[in-house]
């Protein structure tokens, strides 16, 4: 059986660079530190942080350590200034791509546009863009930046002059032109910035390539992660049979029987290491 890998799978850069600033801290904090969730969703990752000395808190007050670790998708300025009035330290792994879109937000507020954030409500870094947006706003009415998901939730707009439009990092483009262009008509000045980062695009369509010349997908990642789920949906959407594992331990033979090409694709959240496993172990079979 001939074993395949995804060109572009596995850990995007905002997630390896997080991953090493975390491993750095361990070093050069003795007093501790801990990130503030856990870094990414992938449990095997946060284990092998933790053995290393990183701990995961779920609130700032919880912090018996040095220094708190930001992750990728970043974190409101609240929290920032909240850590350091306890004194703590800031180890900020915030992508800089997803600081990029906090700075955007946040100028677009300054300048009195209407801010909207295209992305998913009860994302964390969607929530953060909106808290950077808030602190920066200048109207004194409170006016909130919005968060559209889809185009049903443009009924929220009604009646705005100037809109600043800024996305999640992992929307996908055509979603988000589609739901920018709903809001074209809704404003007499339209202000938007593509931030969206493309790994997750590109990860699904290298998978799609690579599902049309296999006869099988291994899909690798947390279950709690919503980007490498995507990616298997993907998959059973394409209508190519697939299977979500998280390590090579979950791998089972027969699923395989007759099969002479498999793929592999991984997550943005899934090391190297664990990729590599399940490389060798379906290679064996
Ligand atoms: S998906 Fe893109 S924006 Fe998000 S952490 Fe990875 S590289 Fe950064």
Redesign the pocket.
């Known amino acids: 059986m001939k074993v395949f890998l995804a060109q572009a799978a596995g850990?995007?850069?905002?997630?390896k660079?997080?991953c090493q600033v975390a491993f750095e801290a361990t070093q050069t904090h003795p007093e501790g530190v801990a990130s503030l969730g856990p870094i990414i969703h992938n449990p095997q990752m946060v284990a092998r942080l933790a053995e290393a000395g990183l701990g995961v808190i779920e609130d700032v007050e919880a912090a018996e350590v040095g220094a708190v670790l930001i992750r990728?998708?970043g974190v409101p300025p609240g929290v920032l200034e909240e850590i350091r009035l306890r004194g703590l330290e800031i180890v900020d792994a915030t992508?800089?791509?997803?600081k990029r879109?906090q700075k955007l937000a946040q100028s677009l507020a300054a300048e009195g546009y209407q801010v909207i954030v295209v992305g998913e409500p009860d994302h964390p870094?969607v929530k953060a863009l909106v808290a950077w947006a808030d602190a920066a706003s200048t109207d004194g009415k409170g006016n909130r930046a919005v968060v559209v998901e889809s185009k049903e939730d443009l009924v929220k707009l009604e009646n705005i002059k100037r809109i600043g439009v800024v996305a999640q990092?992992?929307q996908l483009e055509d979603d988000y032109k589609k739901i920018v262009g709903e809001i074209l008509g809704r404003a007499d000045e339209l202000k938007v910035y593509n931030t969206i980062?493309?790994?997750?695009a590109r990860r699904q369509q290298s998978m799609i390539e690579l599902a049309g010349r296999v006869d099988a997908m291994v899909v690798i990642g947390g279950r709690n992660s919503a980007?490498t789920t995507r990616l298997y949906e993907r998959c059973r959407e394409i209508g190519i049979e697939a299977w979500h594992i998280e390590t090579a331990d979950e791998l089972d033979s027969t699923w395989f029987a007759g099969m002479e090409r498999v793929g592999i694709t991984a997550g943005?959240s899934t090391p190297d290491w664990i990729t590599e496993e399940v490389v060798e172990r379906l290679k064996s079979f």
């Open positions: 850990f995007c850069y905002g997630v660079r997080a990728s998708h992508c800089p791509l997803v879109a870094e990092t992992t980062c493309g790994a997750t980007n943005a």
